[in-house]
C-alpha cells in the first residue's frame, strides 16, 4: 500500500475523447502534485494544489485540466490530445509545500497511450 | 535555470558488489536532495532525502551524500543485491524562484546473481 492509489493504471485514448485521471492519498496530506514522465526524459511537474488551491502551473497546455475538490483527491481531465501526450502521469502528495524538509510520496502512475 | 544530470545512465554489476550512482546539478541554491528508486510500471519511493545543511543521510544499505558547493551527490549501495535492480532518480528541490523538484533521467541499474 503506497498511500497514494491511482487510476485507471492504464489508458488508451483517441485524440477526441475525453477521459480523467483520478488520484487519492490516505496519508493525510495537504499537498498533491501532477508530474508527467515521458520516455528518456526527466519528470515534469505539472500542477501542484495546497490545500486545494492551485500554486503551481508549470506552462500545461490547456488542454491538460486538473481539479483537486479536497485534499485528498486530485484529478486530470483530458480532453483533445496528442500523440507527444503519451506518457506515465504520477501524482504524489507531500504534508504542505511549506514544509519542505518532508519527502513528497508517489502513486504508480497511470500509462496513457494517445491513438 | 537547474538542471540535474545523472551518469550513468545504465549500470550492471555482479551481486555483492558496492556501488557508487552520480548527481550533479548545475545551481548550488537547493533545499534538499532526494533520492528515489523506480521499478518498471511504478511509481518513485523515496529512499533518503538530505536537507542543504547536511552532508550526508544513511539508511540500512544505502548511504546518500551531497556536496553543495560542487554540485554533487552520491548514492553509495554496498552490498548490492538483485534485488536493488531499478531505476534510481535524484531530484533537487530548487529555490530559485518557486519551490520545486528538478529530476534527473535515472540511472538503470542491474545487479546479476
Known amino acids: 500500500e503506497t498511500g497514494v492509489t491511482q487510476t485507471p493504471r492504464h489508458l488508451v485514448m483517441g485524440m477526441t475523447n475525453k477521459k480523467s485521471l483520478k488520484c487519492e492519498q490516505h496519508?493525510?496530506?495537504?499537498?498533491m502534485y501532477w508530474y508527467k514522465q515521458s520516455a528518456k526524459k526527466p519528470l515534469e511537474l505539472m500542477f501542484v494544489y495546497n490545500f486545494k488551491e492551485q500554486t503551481e502551473n508549470n506552462s500545461v497546455p490547456s488542454r491538460f485540466s486538473p481539479e483537486c475538490p479536497n485534499s485528498s483527491h486530485l484529478f486530470l481531465h483530458l480532453h483533445t490530445l496528442q500523440p507527444e501526450d503519451s506518457a506515465l502521469y504520477l501524482c504524489a502528495s507531500s504534508q504542505d509545500v511549506r514544509v519542505r524538509w518532508q519527502p513528497q510520496h508517489f502513486g504508480d502512475g497511470t500509462r496513457l497511450s494517445i491513438l | 535555470k537547474q538542471e540535474v544530470t545523472q551518469i550513468p545512465a545504465a549500470l550492471s554489476v555482479p551481486e555483492g558488489e558496492n556501488l557508487v550512482l552520480n548527481c550533479s546539478f548545475t545551481?548550488?541554491?537547493?533545499?534538499?536532495l532526494q533520492w528515489f528508486r523506480q521499478d518498471p510500471g511504478k511509481g518513485l519511493t523515496s529512499l533518503l532525502l538530505?536537507?542543504?545543511?547536511?552532508r550526508e543521510q544513511t539508511s540500512g544499505r544505502l548511504n546518500a551524500s551531497l556536496d553543495k558547493s560542487s554540485g554533487r551527490s552520491t548514492l553509495y549501495i554496498a552490498a548490492s543485491q538483485p534485488g536493488d535492480s531499478a531505476t534510481y532518480l535524484c531530484a533537487a528541490l530548487t529555490t530559485s524562484g518557486t519551490y520545486k523538484y528538478i529530476f534527473g533521467t535515472g540511472t538503470r541499474l542491474k545487479v546479476l546473481a
Open positions: 545551481d548550488s541554491a537547493i533545499y534538499n
Open positions: 496519508l493525510g496530506h495537504n499537498a
Open positions: 538530505i536537507q542543504s545543511s547536511q
